[in-house]
Nanobody, 122 residues
Framework: QVQLVESGGGLVQDGGSLRLSCAGPRSAFSILDMGWYRQAPGKQRELVAH???????YYADSVKGRFTISRDNAKSTVYLQMNNLNPEDTAVYYC????????????????WGQGTQVTVSS
């Protein structure tokens, strides 16, 4: 089993920054591909950023250049640094994990955190 716990969400003004954290399993974390997804009201859940076990990263076009995903395998934690936030970034952000045999596999895995709310005021 893989349990994921997100933290770091909150209310921020337009142009502000937040850093989200996702605490994963203490063992075998380094073999997992990790991702951040978000779901805004009335919208489908979408991939925001992905960091693979080999540290390869992917970003949605809407956040590229503003968000940075990183991981600390020693702490079994994935981070999402979000800069220059705008109201369109308002959503519940979810951490996701999977084991995959493939490289460049950006589909979601079976493990999800509970989500953390990010609200950006205009």
């Amino acid at each position: 089993q893989v349990q994921l716990v997100e933290s770091g969400g909150g209310l921020v003004q337009d142009g502000g920054s937040l850093r989200l954290s996702c605490a994963g399993p203490r063992s075998a974390f380094s073999i997992l591909d990790m991702g951040w997804y978000r779901q805004a009201p009335g919208k489908q859940r979408e991939l925001v950023a992905h960091i693979a076990r080999d540290w390869n990263t992917y970003y949605a076009d809407s956040v590229k250049g503003r968000f940075t995903i990183s991981r600390d395998n020693a702490k079994s934690t994935v981070y999402l640094q979000m800069n220059n936030l705008n109201p369109e970034d308002t959503a519940v952000y979810y951490c996701n994990a999977k084991q995959t045999l493939f490289r460049n596999d950006y589909s979601p895995g079976p493990y999800w955190g509970q989500g953390t709310q990010v609200t950006v005021s205009s």
